[in-house]
């Protein structure tokens, strides 16, 4: 005795329906390591110029104000809303946005100081070891020899945005970059 199955139809359909939700996740997690790889260059091309600022400007009146200036005007790709420098001792400043040239608090407050040294180091002479280096005014010319920036990126990911779960699908990416001041 045979029996024979005739409706492939419901089969292809059921199929799919246990294909589909793996086919969309898949989809979703390249279109959010693209997302992803995206905020971390253009990061990481807003370091580089922030240091290459910091390299010119030692010596000069509010030097960690055009870092930070030099900072956003490389995050252009970025939203400036997660963007916060890290300072030496582990305290957020920002997030800052630029207007008309100048660096802006997120209550439209022109910043104008920075409450701490922020990225100007003396090394003690030992390039090696960076922890008996000091944080140095960057007005005095003749003390700093490297400026380090270290940032925080707090990356939302889209799939945690569609489900309503922001907070569940936040993580940081901190990237710090050093540059060599230029000689006076």
Do not use: W
Not at 15 to 23: Q, V
Request: aromatic residues 10%.
């Amino acid at each position: 005795m045979r029996i024979k199955f005739g409706n492939k139809k419901a089969q292809a359909i059921v199929e799919f329906a246990l294909i589909f939700p793996i086919l969309i996740a898949t989809i979703m997690c390249i279109f959010e390591f693209g997302l992803l790889l995206k905020n971390y260059l253009g990061l990481n091309y807003a370091l580089g110029r922030a240091a290459k600022e910091a390299a010119f400007c030692r010596g000069q009146q509010d030097a960690d104000i055009k870092v930070i200036k030099k900072l956003l005007e490389g995050a252009a790709a970025l939203n400036t809303v997660n963007l916060y420098v890290v300072s030496p001792t582990n305290a957020l400043f920002g997030p800052y946005k630029l207007s008309g040239g100048k660096v802006f608090d997120f209550n439209n407050l022109e910043v104008t100081s920075i409450g701490e040294e922020l990225f100007f180091y003396n090394d003690n002479g030992t390039p090696n070891d960076l922890s008996d280096d000091y944080k140095v005014n960057p007005s005095n010319a003749a003390l700093p020899s490297y400026a380090k920036i270290r940032v925080r990126y707090t990356h939302t990911m889209i799939n945690a945005q569609i489900l309503g779960l922001e907070k569940q699908g936040t993580f940081n990416l901190e990237l710090t970059m050093q540059a060599r001041l230029a000689p006076q």
